[in-house]
Nanobody, 124 residues
Framework: QLKLVESGGGLVQPGGSLRLSCVAS????????MGWFRQAPGKERGFVAA????????YYADSVKGRFTISRDNARNTVYLQMDSLKPEDTAVYYC?????????????????WGQGTQVTVSS
């Protein structure tokens, strides 16, 4: 079983920045592609960003491209999401996810393990 624990959420003003972290434990971290998803109230969980096992390739939803950066530190079993130029519409619970198959990086079904989520609120 792979355990994922997110941190770094909070309240930030529009235009501000936050960095989310997700620490993995229990299995070999480098076996998994890693992704970030988010879910706003009344909406389905949606793809934000993902990275390959080595971290050399990254993918982003169009809505965050150019503002968010995903990265991973395999020595620390950690994946990050740097969020800049935040907008009120970025408000959501953000979830870290790990997928062993690595086939479908941008859908919920492509992942096998999930964290508990961390709240990000963008408001003045």
């Amino acid at each position: 079983q792979l355990k994922l624990v997110e941190s770094g959420g909070g309240l930030v003003q529009p235009g501000g920045s936050l960095r989310l972290s997700c620490v993995a434990s229990g299995r070999t971290f480098t076996r998994y592609i890693m992704g970030w998803f988010r879910q706003a109230p009344g909406k389905e969980r949606g793809f934000v960003a993902a990275t390959t096992r080595s971290g050399d390739i990254t993918y982003y939803a169009d809505s965050v491209k150019g503002r968010f950066t995903i990265s991973r530190d395999n020595a620390r079993n950690t994946v990050y999401l740097q969020m800049d130029s935040l907008k009120p519409e970025d408000t959501a619970v953000y979830y870290c996810a790990a997928g062993i198959r690595g086939l479908y990086y941008n859908i919920v079904e492509g992942y096998d393990y999930w964290g508990q989520g961390t709240q990000v609120t963008v408001s003045s």
